[in-house]
C-alpha cells in the first residue's frame, strides 16, 4: 500500500477547519483502500510537545520535507511558522518535484494582517495562483478535486505540462450527465 503524507499548515484561528480536513482526509483514506493508497494527515496538533535538540519547528520542517503534499490555509494572516513552513515546502519542490504544494486563502469580511497581503504577493511573485474559498465545504471541493487528479497521475508527475497529456479510460463507457437544480438527471451510460 502506498501511503500518501500530506502536511497540512496554518494558524489556530483555522483549527475548525484543520479538524474537518482532517475528517474528510481520514474518510477519503478509508475510500481509497481499493487503489492500495493511503492518505496520513500530518498536523502540528499531533506533534509531540517533548524538548528535542533542535527546535520543535525544525522537527515539524523534516516533515515537510520528507512529504508528499503540503496544504497551506490562512485566514487573516500568515505567521511566521506558517511562512517557514511554505518556505522549507517550496525548498523541497525546488530540489525534488515534491511535495505537491497548494495554498488556499479563506474569503470573509473580517480585517486582514499586514503579513497575509505580503505572503500573497511572495507567491504572486513565484508565479503561483493561490486558491480562495468560503467556507469549509468550498475548500473541500477544492482540494479533494486536486487529490483525484494526483491519483490519477499517480502522485508522481509535479510538473503541469506533464500531468496535462494523461486520459482517464473509461473502459468504453460514453456517460451523458445532465446537472439541474443541484441534482444529476437523466445519467445514461452507454
Given at each position: 500500500m502506498k501511503t500518501?503524507?500530506?502536511?497540512?499548515?496554518?494558524?489556530?484561528?483555522?483549527k475548525s477547519d484543520r479538524e474537518?480536513?482532517?475528517i474528510q482526509i481520514s474518510r477519503k483514506s478509508n475510500l481509497w483502500i481499493g487503489e492500495n493508497v493511503r492518505l496520513e494527515l500530518e498536523i502540528w496538533e499531533d506533534f509531540t510537545a517533548k524538548m528535542s535538540k533542535t527546535r520543535s519547528q525544525d522537527e515539524?520542517?523534516?516533515?515537510?520535507?520528507?512529504?508528499?503534499?503540503f496544504v497551506l490555509l490562512a485566514h487573516t494572516k500568515v505567521g511566521k511558522y506558517t511562512e517557514e513552513?511554505?518556505?522549507?515546502?517550496?525548498?523541497?519542490?525546488?530540489?525534488?518535484?515534491?511535495?505537491?504544494?497548494?495554498?488556499?486563502?479563506k474569503n470573509s469580511e473580517v480585517e486582514k494582517e499586514a503579513s497575509l497581503e505580503a505572503f500573497q504577493n511572495k507567491l504572486k511573485d513565484l508565479g503561483h495562483f493561490y486558491c480562495f474559498y468560503t467556507n469549509f465545504?468550498?475548500?473541500w471541493i477544492q482540494f479533494n478535486k486536486?487529490?483525484?487528479?494526483?491519483?490519477?497521475?499517480?502522485?508522481k508527475v509535479n510538473d503541469i505540462s506533464e500531468s496535462a497529456s494523461f486520459n482517464v479510460d473509461n473502459k468504453g463507457a460514453?456517460?451523458?450527465?445532465?446537472?439541474?437544480?443541484?441534482?444529476?438527471?437523466?445519467?445514461?451510460?452507454?
Open positions: 500518501i503524507s500530506i502536511f497540512l499548515a496554518s494558524s489556530n484561528e483555522l474537518k480536513f482532517e515539524y520542517n523534516k516533515i515537510i520535507k520528507d512529504g508528499d503534499v513552513e511554505f518556505i522549507t515546502a517550496f525548498g523541497a519542490f525546488q530540489e525534488t518535484k515534491k511535495p505537491f504544494i497548494f495554498t488556499y486563502f465545504d468550498n475548500l486536486e487529490l483525484d487528479r494526483l491519483l490519477l497521475a499517480d502522485f460514453t456517460i451523458k450527465t445532465q446537472f439541474n437544480n443541484g441534482t444529476f438527471n437523466n445519467t445514461t451510460f452507454n
